[in-house]
């Protein structure tokens, strides 16, 4: 899945319109941002090439070279570039090698990244929201600035982020989306309504990248 073509143009008028009307009541500020990925994992084709060379290294040593060490180290070495090629190539192969731990801290911190990378900790209160969506991963984290925390805690964020990862397993993520801002903007308006000369300091369009 491609970031820039995830979310139809149809869909992702009415995000950035739900978006818009959510933060219609309040100082409140979200923004939506999808990513292809949030890392490319290159250990995983090396440990990927290793594993499978050696296992052929070791499959054709025993069938024609008499279970032989001077065939089968050759062998992985040679197959291991093949072998590293197609994980590269098709990425789809890299889960078999990944930990749910390091997906989940990588996307954490990819988040972590982008919400400082876009400005989204430079709103006049701090109440900066951003929803990011790593699609190879198939994970969601959301992330808020530190005047959002005083009222909401991290928990909250969490359930919502769950909520949309359901979604795009169920492929619904536009759908789903869309009621968790709905959702949050009612949050928001409870703790943080509109102040007069309020500005839309956040695109309410979704933020893509690579």
């Known amino acids: 899945m491609k970031a820039k073509t995830f979310f139809s143009e149809d869909e992702k008028k009415k995000i950035s319109e739900t978006t818009q009307a959510a933060e219609a009541r309040t100082d409140g500020e979200i923004a939506v941002m999808v990513v292809d990925r949030s890392d490319p994992y290159r ?121 949309i990862s359901q979604g795009l397993k169920e492929g619904r993520a536009s759908e789903t989306l869309c009621q968790v801002i709905q959702e949050m903007g009612e949050i928001l308006s409870q703790h943080f309504p509109l102040s007069p000369g309020d500005k839309n300091e956040l695109p309410d369009t979704v933020i893509l990248e690579k």
């Open 43 to 163: 250990e995983t084709e090396v440990l990927g090439g290793i594993i499978f060379s050696s296992l052929l290294a070791l499959l054709l040593s025993i069938l024609f070279f008499h279970e032989s060490l001077y065939y089968f180290i050759p062998l992985t070495f040679i197959f291991f570039f093949p072998f590293r090629w197609l994980g590269k190539k098709y990425p789809y192969l890299k889960p078999i090698f990944i930990g749910i731990k390091r997906v989940e801290e990588t996307v954490r911190q990819r988040a972590l990244l982008a919400f400082y990378e876009k400005g989204l900790y430079k709103t006049r209160f701090q109440t900066g929201i951003l929803i990011f969506i790593s699609l190879f991963e198939h994970k969601v984290w959301i992330l808020a600035d530190q005047g959002i925390y005083q009222k909401v805690p991290q928990e909250s964020l969490d359930r919502y982020a769950l909520k």
